[in-house]
Nanobody, 124 residues
Framework: VQLVESGGGLVQAGGSLRLSCAASGRTFSSYIMGWFRQAPGKEREPVATINWSRGPTFHADSVKGRFTISRDNTKNTVYLQLNSLKPEDTAVYYC??????????????????WGQGTQVTVSS
């Protein structure tokens, strides 16, 4: 299984970015996909999760109304749209996958596969 993130960068506060996670190596129809982030000196935290079939999504309270997770099943790609960015959103953002379960199972330790991460830096 391979997860490859892209789309990070440097942006001013209030700006937007779209992160992509291209998944390959198996059929992901039963997988939960998630975006997590880790800032320097802090623990990795969940940002948003989604499954490949129709169903609910999860967004952390800190990003609700600003970030949106979505998927394109035809491309095996999951996206994270980041709007109204704040300096506190600065972190390395990781894509992750786990087999089955709920989108509300957001503990990073439950996830089996991880991408290499993409840096998001928001300047004030």
């Amino acid at each position: 299984v391979q997860l490859v993130e892209s789309g990070g960068g440097l942006v001013q506060a209030g700006g937007s970015l779209r992160l992509s996670c291209a998944a390959s190596g198996r059929t992901f129809s039963s997988y939960i996909m998630g975006w997590f982030r880790q800032a320097p000196g802090k623990e990795r935290e969940p940002v948003a999760t989604i499954n490949w079939s129709r169903g609910p999504t999860f967004h952390a309270d800190s990003v609700k109304g600003r970030f949106t997770i979505s998927r394109d099943n035809t491309k095996n790609t999951v996206y994270l749209q980041l709007n109204s960015l704040k300096p506190e959103d600065t972190a390395v953002y990781y894509c992750a996958a786990k087999s089955g379960g709920s989108v509300y199972a957001i503990n990073p330790r439950l996830y089996d596969y991880w991408g290499q991460g993409t840096q998001v830096t928001v300047s004030s």
